[in-house]
């Protein structure tokens, strides 16, 4: 169907249901004019593709390619563990089956995503339940890469899928069969909320442009539009009962305020619709496609307003233009290619070709050969000139805000850059909105952060970001003394204390600490986050090991009185000693720099300034954290209590095991004498 007529017959008032003959002479057509219809695929050369590269084998519903000017990611067919391979755009031809990958997932690689802002960065998540961060060398890899700058737990089951925020630095979304998704600050290396409204399978994710927003399509058949700061549902569509049980997918169409869904309906036909955020009752529109099985991906070009459609196993790619006007999707033509599809890599459109009138290019992974091809969408012109019509500013490679701005409740639009020379067209404005939330449910349902690695490294040159974390001096930031992983759960830690660190001189020369703010008692104090909740190693009742009678006993001196009277001294002293030193002035002869550690509840508002003892909260949602780390505080000393009682009978019946041979024995001498 290469273009879509209109056609407009007036009727007759006298018999409205048939038109005169005078009016069939004044019959008229009327086709749309689109500058994108006749709009082409084409497939380059074989030196320009990809060859010999083992394309995953794994059924999971997402694109397993990233790509982006300069790198070119896939997911890889591994005996063991999870890896993808990351090699330079231009490395085209056949890949050398030695090429270095990226292998440090212990599960298979189920998504992967490059930063918008950084062309070095990617995050992949896994069936490991992980979230990983990288950074790629600028000249590319050259030894397997297995050392991660950020690694995020949090998820109980598989991630599927993660977006990367497209205003915000450091923002990252993740999906998990766990039915959460979970919002992280990749800065901090820290969850920013966990959303837990889903009944059953997240099927995907897709921001709103300006980022205030996501979209989910879930399993239970609903439609979610959902704010990521306050961990609430906007708007929500009813059960949709003409679905299918297949996976089904959702795209934000742009800043127009809708959404775009792809689905099978119960009767196993594939079909489209399109939503209004504001009125979630029913879809705007809904229009058939075919009756094939397979899932369609949508792809959503903000600049051109063209949808692309590709089914996972299809040998084509369908396109509409969207419009705003009913019937907002008009067909506009289908690519066909001889080979299925695995999967599509999408390259942004910084990354196309102006001099061909490149519009779009995707990256085809084949389904029954070990080759990628870049397929480029072009849109037919005479010259070669720069066409402003078909090329408007679109997404730079500069954020809009910090992660902390953003978590603090400021939303601005994208910047944009104009593809002639690459400038900067617009300053969007700041507005504000609700600063992050942490609901009831969020904080009874807190990620369990359990690995250690990858934490007191050098931050490579390129990584996330080159600021120091609040508290942090520059000295420090490359090499910070608290674990990256410990402050993943800092915002939703449940105790404050003051403990000390000794650091030792080296050669006379005081080693650095953190800069903090001063502590009531004049020394520096730096942030430090403990939760009785999240231990290192397994735990049972709170505690470290098991609760077996020989842990009992190992651990006896440490749940004597003695400890829960020593527990609840330094709970509520604001500064104490270094260990093995008496007092400040043995420990400044010994040569050791105490410093004040403050394991603090960290506020979303302004989380470089740590609250103090005894200070009252400013606002009910202060308030709520501190009733919620008073009742978690409470368990926890309940945890001991009841584990002191346990002890304490084990230690009677021991005593009672030991009497009873003394009294046999007893008896039986006052028998012998009788």
């Not at 397997?144 to 977006?163: F, M, T």
């Not at 196309?352 to 029954?368: I, Q």
């Not at 449910?441 to 952060?449: E, F, G, K």
């Not at 584990?643 to 009672?656: A, V």
Request: aromatic residues 8%; proline residues 7%; glycine residues 6%.
């Amino acid at each position: 169907m290469p273009f879509q007529v209109a056609m407009e017959v007036p009727f007759s008032e006298s018999s409205p249901k048939s038109p005169s003959p005078d009016n069939n002479r004044q019959m008229a057509f009327k086709i749309r004019s689109s500058k994108f219809r006749h709009i082409y695929g084409t497939i380059p050369k074989k030196d320009l593709c990809y060859e010999n590269i083992r394309i995953t084998r794994n059924t999971h519903d997402s694109n397993f390619c990233a790509v982006n000017p300069k790198f070119l990611a896939v997911v890889t067919e591994t005996g063991g563990g999870g890896s993808f391979l990351c090699i330079p755009l231009k490395q085209s031809g056949r890949v050398d089956p030695k090429t270095p990958h990226i292998c440090g997932h212990a599960g298979v690689v189920l998504d992967i995503k490059f930063n918008p802002f950084n062309d070095n960065i990617i995050a992949s998540s896994s069936e490991d339940c992980t979230v990983k961060v990288w950074s790629i060398p600028e000249d590319g890899l050259k030894s397997n890469l297995s050392e991660w700058i950020v690694d995020l737990h949090g998820h109980k089951r598989r991630v599927g899928y993660i977006e990367w925020h497209p205003t915000a630095e450091n923002i990252l979304l993740s999906a998990g069969f766990d039915y959460k998704c979970v919002l992280w600050n990749v800065e901090q290396a820290e969850p920013v909320n966990v959303i837990s409204c889903h009944d059953n399978t997240v099927f995907s994710m897709s921001w709103s442009q300006d980022g205030s927003l996501f979209s989910t399509s879930c399993k239970d058949k609903k439609l979610r539009i959902i704010d990521p700061r306050m961990a609430r549902v906007a708007a929500e569509s009813p059960v949709q009962d003409n679905l299918g049980s297949r996976s089904w997918k959702s795209v934000f169409l742009g800043d127009t305020g809708r959404v775009f869904t792809s689905y099978h309906s119960r009767f196993c036909d594939r079909e489209i619709a399109v939503w209004d955020i504001k009125n979630m009752s029913a879809p705007m529109r809904t229009e058939g496609i075919d009756n094939a099985s397979s899932i369609l991906l949508p792809y959503y070009d903000q600049d051109t307003k063209i949808m692309y459609l590709a089914g996972k196993g299809d040998s084509n790619i369908r396109y509409f233009e969207i419009d705003d006007e009913s019937p907002y999707t008009h067909y506009l033509n289908s690519f066909i290619t001889s080979d299925p599809q695995r999967g599509l890599g999408v390259m942004p459109k910084r990354g196309c070709n102006t001099d061909r009138c490149e519009v779009m290019r995707f990256y085809k992974l084949h389904a029954s050969k070990n080759l990628i091809e870049p397929l480029s969408m072009i849109v037919p012109r005479k010259s070669s000139v720069f066409h402003d019509d078909i090329y408007p500013p679109t997404a730079s490679l500069i954020p809009s805000l910090s992660a902390d701005e953003w978590i603090s409740g400021q939303t601005r639009g994208q910047i944009l850059m104009s593809m002639l020379d690459g400038h900067v067209t617009n300053s969007p404005k700041v507005t504000s909105a609700k600063a992050v939330q942490n609901k009831d449910s969020t904080l009874s349902q807190a990620p369990t952060i359990t690995t250690y690695k990858a934490v007191n490294r050098p931050r490579p040159e390129g990584s996330v970001s080159t600021q120091p974390y609040a508290g942090e001096t520059t000295a420090t930031t490359n090499h910070r003394s608290i674990p990256a992983s410990l402050r993943n759960i800092k915002q939703l830690s449940t105790n404050e204390e003051f403990v000390s660190i000794k650091n030792e001189k080296s050669n006379g020369v005081p080693v650095d600490t953190p800069d903090g703010p001063m502590s009531p008692s004049g020394s520096n104090t730096v942030k430090k986050v403990w939760s009785p909740t999240s231990p290192s190693k397994a735990t049972t009742n709170g505690f470290p090991g098991g609760d077996n009678e020989n842990h009992c006993r190992l651990q006896s001196d440490r749940f004597s009185p003695e400890f829960f009277q020593a527990y609840l001294i330094n709970r509520d002293r604001t500064s104490t000693t270094s260990v093995g030193c008496q007092g400040t002035d043995l420990c400044n002869q010994k040569g050791h720099s105490v410093t004040h550690v403050k394991k603090v509840w960290s506020s979303p508002q302004s989380p470089a300034i740590p609250r103090w003892f005894g200070e009252t909260p400013t606002n009910e949602a202060e308030l709520r954290k501190a009733y919620f780390k008073q009742l978690e505080e409470i368990g926890s000393l309940k945890e001991q209590i009841s584990l002191k009682d346990k002890r304490i009978r084990q230690l009677e019946e021991e005593i009672s095991m030991l009497k009873l041979p003394v009294a046999g024995a007893e008896s039986g001498e006052g028998q012998s004498e009788c």
